[in-house]
């Protein structure tokens, strides 16, 4: 009878618990396959894959275009060694540098720098190798002599090109006041417009993390002495100040080191990290305030540095512009920004930067 029970209740048993049993063991036998399959697999592109992978420098002039027909680039390719190896003059604007080794570490963050005679050398860093692939990257030669051609950016083209820019650019004014004083500025002050042009390209492309976009929040900018090629003063709803500390906690942006020495008098400066240079900087002034339609607006600076890094920042280019009594070049911004946009890898959508002007080489 005994027996008979202790046959019965283990008979039960394994009828309560074997299928539980069951799927337990394989799902552990299917994990267990699933990464023999993916370890089989690394061990695959370890030993067999190809391990060589190749870099495409695309290099274009001032105006955004190949280069002229004719003329010679000197291409220099550096590994994560610093060791240099390719440095040699092309007659192409593009060109295949292959049969680089892929390490997967270090070894494979590359630097390539051009420079051809008549303009100022370029380059970028780092160029992400990838295993068996090529790696684009896109690099502008400025002129060292040059024009601006502002033909796209004519006051009733600015007007569905930038809209928010030529909004905040006319404010208070009629709209044959705000083009004669556009065109003014065109013709007195090419680089302050050059400036203008930079930022409110980025602006109106740049989306924060609620979608809405940085330019629509600019209401006035301030045609007075404050206006020059490095910087320029505007009136923008007290809103975006939120909306930028929204964008901090996302990572987009990032609380401006040395904003107290630089920027006096500030309340909070923001700036972008998109990428390692030419990334737009906005400085916060809230004391001053005015109310306009309802809406309160406060003072800000907006800027594009070169370099994101702070000491890169200071040692490169706020303490030779201190001494030297220089500015930021926006054509050197134009430039800087443009290869970023296009080399960097992992960039935000609506980044790529065209701004309705080119740089034209003077003979």
Do not use: C
């Not at 809103?239 to 401006?256: D, K, Q, T």
């Amino acid at each position: 009878m005994n027996k008979t029970k202790k046959t019965s209740s283990f008979a039960f048993f394994v009828r309560r618990f074997a299928p539980a049993a069951g799927l337990v063991g394989l799902g552990a036998l299917l994990a267990n396959v699933g990464t023999l399959a993916l370890l089989t697999g690394r061990a695959y592109d370890y030993f067999f894959a190809p391990r060589a992978s190749a870099i495409q420098v695309e290099i274009v002039d001032g105006t955004r275009q190949p280069l002229p027909a004719g003329t010679d680039v000197l291409v220099r390719v550096i590994d994560g060694n610093q060791r240099e190896i390719l440095a040699r003059y092309v007659n192409s604007s593009s060109i295949t540098v292959d049969n680089l080794e892929f390490h997967d570490n270090f070894q494979d963050l590359y630097t390539v720098i051009v420079w051809a005679r008549g303009y100022k050398q370029a380059g970028f860093h780092p160029v992400r190798l990838q295993r068996g692939k090529t790696v684009p990257v896109f690099l502008m030669l400025r002129p060292e002599r040059a024009r601006l051609d502002f033909g796209a950016a004519s006051w009733d083209k600015l007007k569905l090109r930038l809209p928010s820019l030529s909004a905040a650019l006319s404010s208070g004014l009629s709209d044959r006041e705000a083009r004669e004083r556009y065109e003014r500025l065109m013709q007195e002050k090419p680089l302050v417009l050059a400036h203008l042009l930079n930022v409110g390209s980025v602006l109106e492309r740049l989306e924060l993390p609620s979608g809405k976009k940085i330019m629509p929040f600019y209401r006035q900018v301030l045609f007075d002495e404050t206006l020059e090629q490095d910087k320029f003063f505007a009136y923008v709803d007290r809103r975006l100040v939120g909306e930028l500390r929204a964008a901090v906690a996302a990572g987009v942006f990032e609380y401006a080191a040395g904003a107290d020495v630089f920027h006096k008098g500030n309340t909070a400066s923001f700036k972008e990290t998109d990428f390692w240079e030419a990334n737009v900087q906005i400085t916060f002034y809230e004391r001053d305030s005015r109310m306009v339609d309802g809406i309160e607006l406060v003072r800000v600076d907006t800027d594009i540095d070169y370099y994101r890094d702070p000491a890169a920042h200071i040692l490169l280019e706020v303490l030779p512009n201190t001494l030297g009594g220089k500015m930021t070049d926006p054509l050197e911004v134009y430039q800087l920004r443009w290869i970023a946009s296009r080399s960097s890898r992992n960039v935000r959508g609506g980044l790529v930067f065209d701004p309705p002007y080119v740089i034209e080489k003077l003979s």
